[in-house]
């Protein structure tokens, strides 16, 4: 079945400094959701891509989706505190219609 | 404030003892979701419900049951609790009728404990 893999699974950051996080599916999709989870919370809705190499920004977050609709990545410049949490990616395979949601990336930042 | 109600927040159960998750939704969203979290594991689908009166089955659906009598109501039971069922459980909407094809919308879990 599909799978969704994210890396890295946890990174520790100055604040300041950038994080990347990145996901992989194993076959094409035709959507992808990223959300936002603090701790102790749940899952928040960021931004939805669906257009081949779609690049979108938030803020100081920006959102990838790759050539070949298999990958996307989030990337936030400056970390502030308040960026902690788990970020997860979620995708929708072309040949389905079932979102998967990545093993997510827990962000923490140092003051 | 319209979303997913959720309840109980946390729960302490024995092994072999029945238990239902509740799920309310005041959006009037088509589809509700049960995903399970587990560190390192992320959120896996356990069950669905494109529209009142259909289920089906995600990732990881043995050991739980879903009805959807109604648009706004989707409880998750576990027939007979298990330690490996120990987990935080999100119920999640979306308007779409097709599972992927729109925004999820999570309620704030509840923690489950099976001893």
């Known amino acids: 079945g599909q799978q969704v893999m994210q890396i890295p699974q946890y990174q520790h950051v100055q604040e300041g400094e950038d994080f990347t996080t990145y996901c992989n599916s194993s076959?094409?999709?035709?959507?992808i959701q990223w959300y936002k989870q603090r701790p102790g919370g749940h899952p928040v809705f960021l931004i939805q891509?669906?257009?081949?190499?779609e690049v979108k920004k938030q803020k100081r977050l920006t959102f990838q989706f790759g050539e070949a609709k298999k990958n996307s990545s989030l990337h936030i410049t400056a970390t502030q505190t308040t960026d902690v949490g788990t970020y997860f990616c979620a995708g929708t395979p072309n040949a389905g219609n079932m979102l998967t949601f990545g093993g997510g990336t827990r962000l923490m930042v140092k003051p | 404030i319209a979303g997913i109600t959720q309840a109980p927040t946390s729960q302490i159960l024995a092994a072999g003892r029945r238990m239902t998750l509740r799920c309310t939704q005041d959006?009037?969203?088509?589809?509700m979701y049960w995903y399970r979290q587990d560190l390192g594991l992320g959120l896996r689908l356990i069950h669905y419900?494109?529209?009142?009166?259909?289920?089906g089955k995600g990732e990881v659906p043995d050991g739980y049951s879903v009805s959807r009598a109604n648009t706004d109501d989707f409880p998750l039971t576990l027939a007979s609790a298990v330690p490996s069922q120990t987990s935080v459980y999100f119920c999640?909407?979306?308007?779409?009728?097709?599972?992927?094809?729109?925004?999820?919308?999570f309620g704030a879990g509840s923690r489950l404990t099976v001893l």
């Open positions: 891509l669906v257009k081949s190499g």
């Open positions: 419900s494109n529209t009142a009166g259909t289920t």
């Open positions: 076959t094409t999709l035709s959507n």
């Open positions: 959006m009037r969203h088509n589809a």
């Open positions: 999640a909407s979306s308007p779409a009728r097709v599972p992927g094809a729109n925004v999820l919308t």
